[in-house]
């Protein structure tokens, strides 16, 4: 099946640095993607979702400027995270689709961020 | 507006027994089901979903769910659990589109740790 890969899997940096998370779609083009942060016990929550050459879109209640998102190609998406503080300690997943339709939708294996 | 809930966010069972992961979901519009299952280490897989056709789906490793409206259920089960089981399970809701597909933000579930003991 397709692949995505996800990296860094698990980074620790310190209070006020920035922290970037890759996201490519190892055997097929993306024309979109999606960032998610899941807090323990509690589901993933989409945070935006971004499309190749164009702006991403944030949920409602997600700070477009701390969490800066790249698409700059069909098969890498970045997710910044800026002057990290310990509250954006979570588990970040992307997710690429191929194509407009959910059942093309393929997962990374997540990152763990821990800011000290 | 659309919501998933996964009653028990751990489960546990033995090896052979009958496993029964719970989903309900709340929809203003005919959903689309999706099962997602996640491997230390790895990324969600899809284990099945139901897009209007059948009520009972079939998926990988044996796993089945039955969407049941009048429920406003989606369980998973699986007759007889085994070790390579273990994982964590994820329940999700999204549009259907005239088309027949799934379009469209997916919700997820808390998710549901399913341990089998030998």
């Known amino acids: 099946g397709a692949v995505v890969s996800q990296h860094p899997s698990r980074v620790i940096c310190k209070s006020g640095t920035s922290v970037k998370i890759e996201c490519r779609s190892l055997?097929?083009?993306?024309?979109?993607m999606f960032w998610y942060r899941q807090f323990p016990k509690q589901s993933l929550m989409l945070m935006a979702t971004?499309?190749?050459?164009?702006?991403?879109?944030?949920e409602q209640g997600v700070e477009k400027d701390k969490f800066l998102i790249n698409h700059a190609s069909l098969t890498l998406s970045t997710l910044t995270v800026t002057s990290a503080h310990p509250e954006d300690s979570s588990f970040y997943i992307c997710?690429?689709?191929?194509?407009?339709?959910?059942?093309?939708?393929?997962f990374g294996s997540g990152t763990q961020l821990s800011v000290l | 507006a659309q919501s998933v809930t996964q009653l028990g966010s751990h489960v546990s069972v033995s090896e052979g027994a009958l496993v029964l992961l719970r989903c309900n979901y709340s929809?203003?519009?005919?959903?689309?089901l999706f099962w997602y299952v996640q491997y230390p280490n790895q990324g969600l897989q899809l284990l099945l979903k139901?897009?209007?056709?059948?009520?009972l789906v079939k998926g990988i490793n044996g796993f089945e769910a039955e969407f049941k409206k009048s429920e406003t259920s989606f369980h998973l089960t699986k007759p007889s659990a085994h070790m390579s089981d273990a994982a964590e399970y994820f329940c999700?809701?999204?549009?259907?589109?005239?088309?027949?597909?799934?379009?469209?933000?997916?919700?997820f579930g808390q998710g549901t740790i399913l341990t089998v003991h030998p």
């Open positions: 929809s203003s519009v005919p959903p689309y």
């Open positions: 055997d097929f083009q993306a024309t979109t």
């Open positions: 971004s499309n190749e050459g164009s702006k991403a879109t944030y």
């Open positions: 997710s690429a689709r191929q194509g407009p339709y959910n059942e093309k939708l393929f």
């Open positions: 999700a809701v999204s549009r259907a589109n005239a088309g027949g597909t799934s379009y469209g933000k997916l919700t």
């Open positions: 139901y897009t209007s056709a059948a009520t």
